[in-house]
């Protein structure tokens, strides 16, 4: 951070230990603890995954590449890589879609109860996933037995239940970046001749892209990283990176997980810069 | 030729009216504006015209074709909204060639006729600029533009004026108002701005509580207003209450004052323009004090305190040696009028025995 473009460093030269200058040290030391909590946790996962002995201990005895090389060698770690990519696709491509119409009505239409509708596409957020999880378990049970359908324990079982986590995400950042832009483009639109599918498509859509986005990234990442909910529907051999890693922790305590986790932590910290090209996400999320 | 009629429009929100048989004709070219205060019904009155909100009863006609219940993309209108409702994804350009876009029109004369487009609002060259590049005048004038390219039958114009500086919205009301009689367009105006109205429109409507309190050309809505309420919404007038005594003179209280006409003993309303009134330090028939001078530039308004009210007195100000150059708060003046212009109207709030200024 450059000095000019500090708004707290307007010192005057003579007085290098006034009351701006203490002020501004405080400043930026509080920033900068706010960021250390955040980033510790992640960079010492970082840290670990190097350490070059099995229990890990301070300070390291030295630094290896072999648990990467582990993590690739178990291939449970790729083949729940790949589940979870697989979930977490198919749980954001559907949940998108439906949470963005139901975003729409809720923003732009009139209907009873709306309200409570709204409240209730946001309910999976307030709901634990472990709870969450249990109640589906017994519905899907149910559903199994009452219809003679097998549904625990599969895929679309396991993606109807992601749905219920991207949905909300989609519903709250689409809502948000719709109450943002207003009526008047798309009645502009109207009066220039386009019917409703034109309109929506032409204006409303490409105006709340940042939103879409947004919703999308944030569907990915909660399906992707999801545990609680997925360990108690996941169905033998569709395991996903998350439960994997779970499996591994009840046997080993070793840096294998670290790794994973970093490897996890780049690619979800490549998406999100590679998102932020295309829209502003601080801007849509706060 | 295209010729807007609306026939007994009434659009009711529950218990609500918002707006209530409201008849009006405009005819091939004209400009009507709609004026009133905030929630007379104005701004629903046009969105009825263009679909946007579906009048619960009567009907609108575009060029003798019933339009009631068409839906917006199926009505030949072109609006320009209040804050512009530009599409800020798209270019300049693309802004403005949305609406042939969707009448299919060519590539080749697609392009020709936004080139036109811009030109008659003297942005020719932007067309590949971003909304978000504009300054407000310019994304106004887009906004024109791209109601006007598709040759609209009715030119719909929703208080295009209210998001710019006062310098400006002086020099696009010009603006607007050649284009509009260059291109004989049928045009509705929304305003709350008098000024906006009386100086653009052919005739304007004055709205009041969803009703159309009058309708005529701008001259006749100032100098003969129909009643009280017109009467203060345009312009700034006086207002005594009383009685007509015998024809020419009005009884206030113990105050005589000429009026126009009047058959005697009918309590009613007389309304006196600011600028119709005399002012002079000895004659007069209606002695007072000043009371305070508001200093204007051109103009300078005194405000009287008399035995009928405090009256106010707009005149072009006095030049030095003027006798009334440096009237000052409690000097003693005379107030006088023509016949003329004290106009009768019905008294709506009879009970009410105050008089004085309404602005």
């Known amino acids: 951070m450059g000095r000019e473009n500090n708004p707290c460093a307007t010192v005057p030269e003579t007085a290098p230990w006034g009351m701006a200058t203490i002020r501004a040290i405080i400043w930026r030391g509080g920033v900068g603890a706010v960021f250390a909590v955040v980033l510790l946790p992640m960079l010492a996962v970082m840290w670990l995954s190097f350490f070059d002995q099995e229990v890990i201990s301070f300070p390291p005895e030295g630094y290896t590449w072999a648990w990467y090389v582990n993590a690739w060698e178990k291939r449970q770690f790729a083949r729940g890589f790949v589940n979870s990519l697989q979930l977490a696709l198919l749980a954001s491509a559907i949940g998108v879609t439906l949470g963005t119409a139901a975003a729409y009505a809720l923003v732009r239409a009139k209907f009873p109860a709306k309200s409570f509708i709204g409240t209730l596409l946001l309910g999976p957020l307030a709901v634990p996933g472990v709870v969450l999880g249990t109640a589906l378990y017994v519905f899907f049970v149910e559903f199994d037995n009452a219809f003679d359908f097998q549904i625990v324990a599969t895929l679309p079982g396991l993606i109807a239940a992601h749905v219920l986590l991207t949905v909300p995400w989609t519903v709250r950042l689409v809502a948000a970046s719709l109450q943002g832009i207003g009526p008047a483009a798309e009645e502009a639109a109207a009066n220039l001749g386009a019917r409703p599918w034109t309109v929506f498509r032409r204006v409303t859509l490409p105006m709340m892209r940042s939103g879409v986005v947004a919703g999308a990234l944030f569907s990915f990442i909660q399906s992707f990283e999801n545990l609680e909910l997925t360990l108690l529907l996941v169905g033998p051999g569709r395991s996903t990176l998350p439960v994997e890693m779970l499996n591994y922790l009840e046997f080993r305590i070793d840096p294998t997980l670290a790794a994973v986790a970093t490897i996890q932590i780049v690619i979800i910290g490549a998406l999100m810069l590679i998102t932020d090209r295309f829209v502003n996400l601080s801007r849509v999320v706060s | ?359």
């Open chain 2, 1 to 359: 030729m295209t010729r807007l009629v609306l026939e007994g429009l009434r659009r009711t929100y529950g218990p609500t009216v918002a707006v209530d048989r409201v008849d009006l004709e405009v005819a091939q070219g004209e400009l009507v504006a709609l004026l009133g205060p905030s929630g007379c019904g104005k701004t629903t009155t046009l969105r009825m015209v263009a679909g946007f909100v579906a009048p619960t009863a009567g009907r609108i006609l575009i060029g003798g074709k019933d339009v009631t219940s068409a839906p917006p993309y199926g009505r030949d209108t072109g609006m320009v909204f209040q804050g512009y409702a530009l599409f800020p994804h798209m270019t300049v350009a693309e802004n403005v060639g949305f609406g042939l876009e969707m009448r299919r029109v060519g590539r080749a004369e697609r392009d020709t006729r936004i080139a036109e487009a811009l030109r008659l609002v003297r942005l020719d060259g932007y067309g590949e600029r971003r909304i978000t590049q504009m300054s407000g005048g310019q994304q106004q004038r887009v906004a024109l533009a791209r109601a006007l390219v598709v040759n609209p039958g009715v030119f719909l114009l929703d208080e295009p004026l209210s998001n710019l500086d006062a310098r400006l919205r002086a020099e696009v009301r010009v603006e607007i108002r050649a284009l509009q009689q260059r291109l004989g367009l049928t045009t509705l105006f929304v305003t709350h701005d008098q000024e906006e109205a009386l100086t653009m429109a052919d005739r304007m409507v004055v709205m009041d509580h969803g009703r159309v309190r009058q309708i005529g050309p701008p001259e006749e809505l100032y100098e003969r207003p129909a009643d009280l309420f017109v009467a203060g919404f345009l312009g700034r007038c006086n207002t005594f209450r009383g009685r007509v005594e015998s024809p020419g003179t009005f009884r206030a209280g113990a105050i005589a004052l000429p009026c126009d006409g009047g058959t005697p003993g009918i309590t009613s309303a007389m309304v006196v323009r600011p600028e119709r009134v005399a002012i002079d330090r000895t004659t007069g028939r209606l002695p007072g004090r000043i009371a305070m001078v508001t200093y204007l530039g051109g103009l300078t308004d005194w405000h009287v305190q008399t035995d009928a009210g405090t009256v106010l007195v707009t005149r072009p100000t006095p030049t030095d040696g003027d006798a009334l150059r440096h009237l000052a708060p409690g000097d003693p003046v005379h107030l006088d009028w023509s016949p003329a212009a004290g106009r009768l109207l019905p008294d709506e709030n009879p009970t009410d025995p105050t008089t004085g200024v309404s602005a």
